[in-house]
């Protein structure tokens, strides 16, 4: 075992010594030493219910015959960092996530982990990490909030806040009223109800093999979600027997299932960012080219709020992740028959006896659309790619021309959009917001529900090289890239010129002369950073581009 190292032996004296002080037993010194990497945390209501979770896992690993231990990850609420200068550090924190645990795991010689997560960027986080550290992992997600309820109807925590903002600017709703939304929108524990990233990536998890079938759309407050917490707890040991590790689950293979699943459901534009990633720490091959590639060839059968009024509840109802993979599974030939950590191929799970609501997961021969949920646009204005949440895009909105609005900040945009400067027909364009010059690609969640919550979803495109929130809806496209600080295009657009957008044709153009485009590039010089010191000055120095994940390297 990885931990002999700091257990056996005449010279590991002092170091059996201080494990004895934490409370190890002699009988289990010579266990299999578990890891729990627990992201429990007050501050953010997906985790905050996780030390009953932990305590399952902790019984399960012992039932299995190891000794667990319990050691702390951070965790940011995207929600509460939302729209202001704490987004900044939403994505940074997916790195230094994957490096916590790598160093405690590491410097501990543990010899494997149960990763327990829920959230945006912990999930990809730890994914990074188990690539990173190849030694056996299984990830525990701890699920969805229950849905809110206000007046008899239901609400998430998109609906029932962010948008109810421009609904109450705009006099749809008054004051009492917000502040009913307000108080009933996240009525539990878990992660946001909708299909944004926290759940995006809880399901494409799933599908990875990363996490037991069933786990990602198990309701946070629910028995369910701890006998999944106590088997994961069981299994970790028979993957540290068996010396399966996270190499032969995080394949090639099993990212383009991840990505096929995230194209079906319509997921979080976030999800390509951190594939990507993902994929780069596992050695496998996965570009942007592969979600072009997929694109084309995967229609939707699912769709959730922020694009409809159905929740993770309805998802895990209609038979949850294994009830995709039996959908899909046969009928898109891409999609592969991996392995997951519970030893069930995909073959097998789509085989079994599932329960499958073809009124909320379609059958691929009558999809939701023919169009994929997710798309990578190209064209002048982002030669290296954007992308768009077509889920989220009504059909009216599929090609769009329009005159720009220029804004080097959110928060600039944010007030434009507040009072009532921008209008129908209008491209808002928000820069300098990208992984260098954010730095850490803020979340545009506040502009674009305050432009749907004042009825401009459907008359307003926003454009970014910045990125959104698994909850925004409406003609937005992110990550453009190259970013405004590396030279891109978007940093040399002035207001009133004409943009033009294609979705049906993955185009994003500026139609502005290609003369005056190289004359204006000449001559311009990027903005300087706006964080001079501290972490983000140091994650700006290393992180890639958006078409690479944004992934930090030296």
């Keep these: 075992m990885r931990s002999d190292e700091i257990k056996q032996g005449l010279q590991r004296t002092p170091h059996r010594a201080l494990l004895y002080a934490s409370g190890v037993s002699e009988k289990q010194i010579n266990s299999r030493f578990i890891g729990i990497a627990s992201s429990f945390t007050d501050l953010v209501p997906g985790h905050c219910g996780m030390r009953e979770i932990e305590r399952q896992i902790e019984k399960g690993i012992h039932t299995g015959g190891g000794q667990a231990f319990i050691f702390g990850v951070p965790a940011i609420c995207d929600g509460i960092a939302m729209g202001h200068s704490g987004m900044n550090y939403s994505l940074p924190s997916r790195d230094l996530i994957a490096d916590c645990v790598e160093s405690v795991a590491m410097a501990h010689k543990l010899d494997g982990l149960v990763l327990l997560t829920n959230c945006d960027k912990v999930t990809p986080g730890m994914l990074i990490a188990a690539a990173r550290l190849d030694i056996p992992c299984i990830v525990v997600t701890v699920g969805p909030m229950s849905d809110g309820k206000c007046q008899n109807n239901t609400l998430t925590m998109i609906k029932g806040t962010f948008e109810a903002i421009g609904k109450y600017t705009n006099g749809e709703i008054d004051e009492k009223t917000l502040k009913q939304m307000e108080i009933t929108s996240c009525p539990t524990a878990g992660a946001c109800q909708g299909l944004y990233t926290a759940n995006t990536m809880a399901c494409l998890t799933e599908v990875m093999g990363m996490s037991l079938p069933g786990c990602a759309a198990s309701a946070a407050v629910s028995a369910k979600t701890k006998r999944i917490a106590f088997d994961s707890g069981v299994i970790i040991n028979k993957l540290i027997e068996n010396n399966i590790k996270p190499s032969s689950i995080i394949t090639r293979d099993s990212i383009r299932n991840a990505i096929i ?294």
């Design 261 to 554: 699943a995230d194209l079906a459901l319509g997921g979080s534009t976030n999800s390509i960012l951190h594939l990507l990633a993902i994929a780069n720490e596992a050695g496998a091959d996965i570009t942007l080219k592969d979600f072009e590639e997929l694109s084309f060839k995967v229609p939707q059968i699912i769709k959730l709020d922020p694009s409809a009024s159905k929740t993770m509840a309805d998802l895990e109802n209609a038979g949850g992740i294994p009830a995709v993979i039996k959908t899909i599974y046969g009928s898109i030939p891409e999609m592969k028959d991996t392995i997951g950590v519970s030893g069930m191929k995909i073959s097998e799970i789509a085989a079994s006896d599932i329960w499958c609501d073809n009124d909320v997961i379609h059958p691929i021969s009558d999809p939701i659309t023919s169009n994929p949920g997710l798309a990578v646009l190209h064209g002048n204005l982002a030669p290296e790619g954007a992308v768009v949440k077509i889920s989220g895009v009504e059909k009216e909105c599929l090609e769009f021309t329009g005159k720009a609005k220029t804004y080097d900040s959110e928060e600039a945009a944010m007030q434009a959009i507040m009072e009532d400067k921008v209008k129908e027909g209008d491209v808002v364009v928000i820069r300098y917001e990208g992984p260098k010059g954010g730095p850490g690609m803020r979340e545009m969640l506040s502009p674009t529900s305050a432009i749907v919550g004042k009825g401009l979803g459907k008359k307003v495109a926003l454009i970014t090289d910045g990125r959104f929130s698994g909850g925004t809806r409406g003609l937005c496209i992110g990550h453009i890239c190259p970013e405004a600080p590396a030279g891109g295009i978007i940093g040399i657009i002035n207001d009133g010129d004409e943009i033009y957008i294609n979705i049906q044709k993955r185009e994003i153009t500026l139609r502005v002369d290609e003369a005056e485009i190289q004359k204006r590039l000449k001559n311009f010089t990027p903005l300087q950073p706006k964080i001079k010191k501290g972490y983000l000055k140091r994650y700006a120095s290393v992180v890639s581009s958006s078409d690479k994940g944004a992934i930090t390297s030296i």
